[in-house]
Nanobody, 120 residues
């Protein structure tokens, strides 16, 4: 009954920008935290950025000053604005959210992932 759908990935040159979006839909009572993770081939999935229901943000050191996470509560959507992209940012980016449904179950949900490739 709950799903996350990401969009905005693609191919971009070094120094370029992309904006990722993730919209949650279904029987949602509330959303606590939302965040973005990424995973490159042969690497563990790692946190990129997170945002709480109150708007508090946290970022991995490797994206500070370049990426910005934000959310629109009315649309149940989280965004990741990525600027000054580097080849090492190449990965599959996954949306994650902690969601309480109308039957009061709380669980983590994941999107299917969107590919970001930074290459000249």
């Amino acid at each position: 009954q709950v799903q996350l759908v990401e969009s905005g990935g693609g191919l971009v040159q070094p120094g370029g920008s992309l904006r990722l979006s993730c919209a949650a839909s279904g029987s949602i009572f509330s959303i606590d935290r939302m965040g973005w993770y990424r995973q490159a081939p042969g690497r563990q999935r790692e946190l990129v950025a997170g945002i709480s229901s109150g708007g508090t943000t946290n970022y991995a050191d490797f994206v500070k000053g370049r990426f910005t996470i934000s959310r629109d509560h009315a649309k149940n959507t989280v965004y990741l604005q990525m600027n000054s992209l580097k080849p090492e940012d190449t990965a599959v980016y996954y949306c994650n959210a902690e969601i309480e449904t109308f039957i009061r179950n709380v669980a983590d949900y994941w999107g299917q992932g969107t590919q970001v490739t930074v290459s000249s």
